[in-house]
């Protein structure tokens, strides 16, 4: 009887390691620029990318997001839609406060515009 839950339960391991996990959506580069308009220059992810994005409440990873420089040092963080959403990139914007702090606000955010249905 155990060796029977135990063929099950590596059965049911394996089957599981074997099922493609959904790639999460990257955010859509042309789409970000727009948001971000002028000013901001396209980078890779920076070294505080992650603390950024716990600071303005976001789970996405930071690989997943078109990140951007502006001549004041501030950065910003173009995400993909939620939930696989065909409209909804959103720019967070961070400034550099004191060494090492980052401010953000939710009223910094901008929000792509959706075509009403």
Known sequence: ????????????????????????????????????GTGWQRIAAPEVAADLLTLAHVTTAP?????????????????PPDAGAVCGHVLHTFQ?????????????ARRETCAVD
């Open 96 to 108: 550099p406060q004191v060494h090492r702090m980052w401010g953000w606000s939710e009223s910094t």
């Open 1 to 36: 009887m155990r060796a029977i839950a135990m063929l099950t339960a590596a059965c049911l391991l394996a089957g599981c390691a074997s099922t493609p996990v959904p790639s999460a959506a990257v955010a859509d580069a042309t789409r970000c620029d727009a948001l971000a």
């Open 63 to 79: 690989h997943l997001a078109q990140w951007y420089l502006a001549g004041d040092g501030a950065h910003a963080a173009c995400l």
